[in-house]
């Protein structure tokens, strides 16, 4: 089979993206590619990511081909140009999924009965410091260590005795005084690399996202991703 000119593969990409975000975000097949890209922004990590050089990309698109109809090629993009554009479209249409990638598989949880003393004493001994609390069989919290902290603090101000905490309250106890839960989420073994950035772009508090096979708080932990995780995330689509 003939190998395909830098031009052709460039407008394979072009193609490629266009449809699948036009498709994905039910955008109209009559707006423009800069305008879809900047649409779709808010919507896609990668795409935010790359955002100018898409742009770019489709300004140079409409440079290679004399007609949009019989799309006749008049010029030929640099082989970079070509194999970065082929780069994103790969992130885009072929992600990477978290629990292939980055993130712990070796789950460590803990019941909800255990008193503050034993979760530290885990969490000292394992250096994880976000382990899931489960009550029979279903998850009803994260133990983060500087939620820990934080509530150990607050409960030595009250006047409250350090042995008291930990001997006495137990993780239930503890997580039950959390205003809310938006400091961890659930989410199916499907979950990719974009994905799981988007929710720590939209979700500042966000410390850890626990992956299971449907994305149940009733199901087993398959795979444990943090905010340290993130670093390495953004490098995997760099590389």
Known sequence: ????????????CF???DYSLRTKYNFNRSMGFSELIRRTVPLNYIVRKYEDDLIDYG??????IHNSREEIIIAE????????FEKIESLINKPKRVIDS??????????ASKSMEEVIRLIARSHYSNLPVYKDNKLIGIANGQKIIDAF????????????????????DMLSKIQNSDYYLV?????????????????????AILITHNGEETEIPLGIVTTGDVISMNAILDQ
């Open 1 to 12: 089979m003939e190998e395909k000119s830098r031009a052709e593969r460039f407008i394979d």
């Open 15 to 17: 193609n490629k993206v």
């Open 59 to 64: 300004r140079l698109r409409n440079a290679i």
């Open 77 to 84: 993009p640099h082989e970079e140009v070509v194999e970065k």
């Open 102 to 111: 980055v993130g712990r598989r070796d789950v460590l949880s803990v019941d």
């Open 153 to 172: 603090g607050t409960f030595l101000e009250s006047g409250g005795k350090a042995k008291v905490f930990l001997e006495n309250v137990k993780i239930e």
């Open 187 to 207: 989410k199916p073994i499907t979950l990719t690399i974009e994905e799981a950035l988007e929710e720590y772009h939209k979700n500042p508090k966000l410390l």
